[in-house]
């Protein structure tokens, strides 16, 4: 008699497999596929007045805050340029959301056309 056991050893790691497909990712060509250029796209249309608005409210606040610094602590001499420039520091941070409504909408219309190219391409898909 034979008393050799014809067995069949697997071993599954579902986090070993997820690591493996991780770094076989990393040295494959990407080829965006449209989802995901759409959402590219879509973010990419607020970026630019986000970014603007951020800049302009954040040296606004500074400016603000220079005017107050110049009208409480450093006396007569500066209490005038103080007000002076504590409202354009308040004149910018009111200007701050309309940059960001105005910059924002002059992108998404420089990309509408891309981007009902691309949601008409995925809803004929889906159909």
Not at 5 to 15: L, Q, R
Request: charged fraction near 25%; include cysteine; glycine fraction near 8%.
């Amino acid at each position: 008699m034979d008393d050799r056991k014809d067995t069949f050893n697997y071993t599954y790691s579902a986090k070993q497999q997820e690591e493996i497909k991780k770094i076989r990712d990393k040295y494959l060509s990407k080829e965006e596929n449209k989802m995901e250029q759409l959402r590219r796209l879509d973010a990419s249309a607020s970026r630019p007045g986000a970014i603007a608005s951020v800049t302009l409210g954040t040296v606004s606040t500074l400016l603000l805050g220079v005017g107050m610094s110049c009208t409480m602590v450093w006396g007569d001499a500066w209490f005038i340029p103080g007000i002076i420039v504590g409202l354009l520091g308040m004149a910018g941070i009111v200007a701050a959301y309309p940059v960001y409504i105005h910059i924002t909408r002059k992108q998404r219309k420089k990309l509408a056309p891309e981007i009902l190219r691309l949601t008409d391409e995925l809803t004929q898909e889906q159909s």
